[in-house]
Structure formats: C-alpha cells, structure tokens
C-alpha cells in the first residue's frame, strides 16, 4: 500500500506503514518507546523513525521488542486480519473504544506514513501513546480493541 505526493518537483511514492507491527520484518521501523506504567503506558516518540537493528532488540531483552517498542512496518493491506473493505479495523477500533489520552496531537515522525493517520486522523493519535502492542497488563478494553468482533 503506498500514496504519491509532490515532494518539491518530483512525485515520490511512500509506503504506508502499520504503527502496531511486530518485530518479524526486515523493514521494521522504531518510533516510539513504551514508558508510563503497566497500569497506564505511555509512548515516548522518537526524534527519527530508527531501523530495528539487532543492537536495538538486544537493548529491550529480557523483554520483547514489542513489549517496550512500537514498531512500524509496511502496511499489508487485505493480508493482515485487520483490514478490510480498505480500511484497518484495528484503527476503527481503537478509535472507537479507546479513550484520548493526550490534548493534542502528537509530534510522531511515522505520522506522514502511518495507516491510522492516513485513515482516522488526529482522532487516532489522540489515542495512540497508550497502545502497547504486547501490554504488560492486559484489560477488558485491550481485548475488546483486539477483537475483529468487539
């Protein structure tokens, strides 16, 4: 999945990346660092998307990269579970249950790319600091967000 737009003279095409990846992607891309509590986690965003590197996934051990990181990676369309009718319902979902958590937008360098951007607006980044894509605590909202069906 990719767009077009004018960058200075030239269309360039960009990718447009899923910000609840898993780490299992050459293309993977660090944005964000979860913080906060398990109770209330909070995403601290990058300066600069990072390429997950092998010495990056060492520094989150023993945890798991998607533990402690938010990952990014090419949006895969009609094969991931969560999309249909060219739409992420994990994305409606979100935005659908999940409740703000910041004022404002936040300053998140995947935004450009990013599928929940693209498709939802600021409602989803309002929402995206407190998503975790492997929780530590995992609540009744979580599993409702998770559920093709909530």
């Known amino acids: 999945m990719s767009r077009e ?3 200075g003279r030239d269309m360039v095409q960009r990718v447009i990346q899923c910000p609840s990846a898993m780490q299992d992607n050459d293309d993977a891309l660090v ?3 979860v913080g906060g509590t398990a109770e209330r986690p909070q995403v601290a965003y990058l300066q600069a998307t990072q390429p997950l590197s092998p010495e990056i996934v060492s520094l989150c051990a ?3 990269p998607a533990e ?3 990952i990014a990676t090419p949006c895969v369309g009609y094969r991931c579970e969560n999309f249909e009718d060219d739409k992420c319902t994990l994305a409606q979902r979100i935005v659908q249950i999940l409740p703000c958590v910041v004022e404002s937008v936040p300053a998140c360098k995947l935004r450009p790319d990013c599928r929940w951007w693209v498709q939802e607006g600021p409602a989803a980044c309002m929402r995206c600091p407190q998503v975790v894509r492997t929780p530590s605590r995992v609540t009744e909202e979580h599993r409702r967000v998770a559920a093709r069906n909530p």
């Open 5 to 7: 737009y004018l960058d």
């Open 31 to 33: 944005f964000g660092v």
């Open 62 to 64: 023993p945890a798991t």
């Open 68 to 70: 402690v990181l938010r």
